[in-house]
T-cell receptor, first 114, second 105 residues
Framework: DVKVTQSSRYLVKRTGEKVFLECVQDMDHENMFWYRQDPGLGLRLIYF???????EKGDIPEGYSVSREKKERFSLILESASTNQTSMYLCATLPGLGGAGELFFGEGSRLTVL | DAKTTQPNSMESNEEEPVHLPCNHS???????IHWYRQLPSQGPEYVIHGLTSNVNNRMASLAIAEDRKSSTLILHRATLRDAAVYYCIRDKFYFGSGTKLNVKP
């Protein structure tokens, strides 16, 4: 079974802090994604990566950056956290971009910025 | 321009069938239609996908309109454990706001 592990289920940070959210997968999938989820807005794509050191912006990249130095690890970085970044963050993986592959999600990281 | 349109919420009685609709009128000929569901306090999980033909698996059935502009996820006998948010997506990465399904005992 694919395992997508997000390092922290719950985080509380202060405005202006630098925040790292880590995601690790164990199935050698090429593609990894970061979403945020807010009530009434569903899942919104922040960034995705289709290969090591490669990244693409999603719908809402402002205020975020990502890092993918190794295939199995995809990090989401909030350089200076703000209260409007309080949200649930979900990481997902996908074996290939073409065809009908399914996304595999982690359990989520709930971030509160005070 | 919403890529998919789903009702915000639906309600069903336990052990009755549920038909969850999705409109994707701008779908291209090569886009698969995927459905995911998200149980409370969990990440989304894959339910089913299809391209043109109707599909069945152990979780659900997917009925795709002939013009592919809409699809329906069918849960044949809803259980309380099926209460979740159901997402229909036609672009593999991009989700909408989904349909919250409430199942009444």
């Amino acid at each position: 079974d694919v395992k997508v592990t997000q390092s922290s289920r719950y985080l509380v940070k202060r405005t202006g802090e630098k925040v790292f959210l880590e995601c690790v997968q164990d199935m050698d999938h090429e593609n990894m994604f970061w979403y945020r989820q807010d009530p009434g807005l569903g899942l919104r794509l922040i960034y995705f990566s289709y290969d090591v050191k490669m990244k693409e912006k999603g719908d809402i990249p402002e205020g975020y950056s990502v890092s993918r130095e190794k295939k199995e690890r995809f990090s989401l970085i909030l350089e200076s956290a703000s209260t409007n970044q309080t949200s649930m963050y979900l990481c997902a993986t996908l074996p290939g971009l073409g065809g009908a592959g399914e996304l595999f999600f982690g359990e989520g990281s709930r971030l509160t910025v005070l | 321009d919403a890529k998919t349109t789903q009702p915000n919420s639906m309600e069903s009685n336990e052990e009755e069938p549920v038909h969850l609709p999705c409109n994707h009128s701008t779908i291209s000929g090569t886009d698969y239609i995927h459905w995911y569901r998200q149980l409370p306090s969990q990440g989304p999980e894959y339910v089913i996908h299809g391209l043109t033909s109707n599909v069945n698996n152990r979780m659900a059935s997917l009925a795709i309109a002939e013009d592919r502009k809409s699809s329906t996820l069918i849960l044949h006998r809803a259980t309380l454990r099926d209460a979740a948010v159901y997402y229909c997506i036609r672009d593999k990465f991009y989700f909408g706001s989904g349909t919250k399904l409430n199942v009444k005992p």
